[in-house]
T-cell receptor
């Protein structure tokens, strides 16, 4: 069975601080995909990134960066120079690569509050 | 381009009343469709998924059911709502591969 753990329930930082959101996953599949989504107060899920299990290159997109380490089954997300608009709940998720279901298994989310 | 519509946005229903939430997808054919629920302050739990018309798989036993009467229509229903059915319901679609999942804007259901 697949499992995603986001141990940090809530994080509060002051604007311009860097913050890292942790994600640890479990799967028996050798091929899988990992995702990060942002959920602002309005509720919709905003896609941030997808990474397949064979691509361990770290990725940077503006102030966002992701560190995928297969050896520790972690896919952490760092926001550099945080802003108030980054305040949201962030979800890490895992998807099967084969089979008809291919649904996302979500972590419980980390609520990030960025104070001005 | 593909779009997903979900309605209503908010709903307040009394205990014991029926429920029908609708989700439609445009711009694609034969999508995988999903219903997720998010209880207050919790993560998203997969309720149902469908890989084709009339094909529904349930992930957890519950008071809800789902149907897919048309290729791009996915309906979540209940005959009698419980207080525990309150939550934020999200519909999603994917092309069948784990390459991307698009979510609807959600329905916030409060059962009173």
């Amino acid at each position: 069975a697949q499992k995603v753990t986001q141990a940090q329930t809530e994080i509060s930082v002051v604007e311009k601080e860097d913050v890292t959101l942790d994600c640890v996953y479990e799967t028996r599949d050798t091929t899988y995909y990992l995702f990060w989504y942002k959920q602002p107060p309005s509720g919709e899920l905003v896609f941030l990134i997808r990474r397949n299990s064979f691509d361990e290159q770290n990725e940077i997109s503006g102030r966002y960066s992701w560190n995928f380490q297969k050896s520790t089954s972690s896919f952490n997300f760092t926001i550099t120079a945080s802003q108030v608009v980054d305040s949201a709940v962030y979800f890490c998720a895992l998807s099967e690569a084969r089979g008809g279901r291919r649904a996302l298994t979500f972590g419980s989310g980390t609520r990030l509050q960025v104070q001005p | 381009s593909q779009t997903i519509h979900q309605w209503p946005a908010t709903l307040v229903q009394p205990v014991g009343s029926p429920l029908s939430l609708e989700c439609t997808v445009e711009g694609t054919s034969n999508p995988n469709l999903y219903w997720y629920r998010q209880a207050a302050g919790r993560g998203l739990q997969l309720l149902f998924y469908s890989v084709g018309i009339g094909q529904i798989s349930s992930e957890v036993p519950q008071n809800l059911s789902a149907s897919r009467p048309q290729d791009r229509q996915f309906i979540l229903s209940s005959k009698k709502l419980l207080l525990s059915d309150s939550g934020f319901y999200l519909c999603a679609w994917s092309s069948g591969g784990p390459y991307g999942y698009t979510f609807g804007s959600g329905t916030r259901l409060t059962v009173v």
